[in-house]
């Protein structure tokens, strides 16, 4: 059974740090494009970062840029996005998910439009408040 599971997250104060992991089960993720997507309460399911399959490609939205970092292991079978300098706008459900056709980050980005295309873990919560 294909499973994504993601960790790492928590209540932080704004400034600080998280890791969040996207852990593979039931698959390898040698072959995908991992993204990173978070949904704020009463908002839309938004993309926040990508990396594609080798590591070599790595996708930022602009809200996120110089403050989160993806990166994975494919030993571990893990993607990771290193979260620092959070605010409170970044407060959230963050999920981790890939195309099911093994697709590029240029179309892992838009399976906020259409989840169904996409393998997704259940979401951890992240909530930067003081």
């Known amino acids: 059974q294909v499973q994504l599971v993601e960790s790492g997250g928590g209540l932080v104060q704004p400034g600080g740090s998280l890791r969040l992991s996207c852990a593979a089960a039931?698959?390898?993720?040698?072959?995908?494009?991992i993204g990173w997507f978070r949904q704020a309460p009463g908002k839309e399911r938004e993309g926040v970062s990508c990396i594609s399959s080798s590591g070599g490609s790595t996708y930022y939205a602009d809200s996120v840029k110089g403050r989160f970092t993806i990166s994975r292991d494919n030993a571990k079978n893990t993607v990771y996005l290193q979260m620092n300098s959070l605010k409170p706008e970044d407060t959230g459900v963050y999920y981790c998910?890939?195309?099911?056709?093994?697709?590029?980050?240029?179309?892992?980005?838009?399976?906020?439009?259409?989840?169904?295309?996409?393998?997704w873990g259940q979401g951890t919560q992240v909530t930067v408040s003081s």
């Open positions: 039931g698959f390898t993720l040698d072959y995908y494009a």
């Open positions: 998910a890939t195309d099911k056709a093994r697709m590029p980050c240029g179309v892992v980005r838009a399976l906020a439009l259409d989840r169904s295309r996409g393998y």
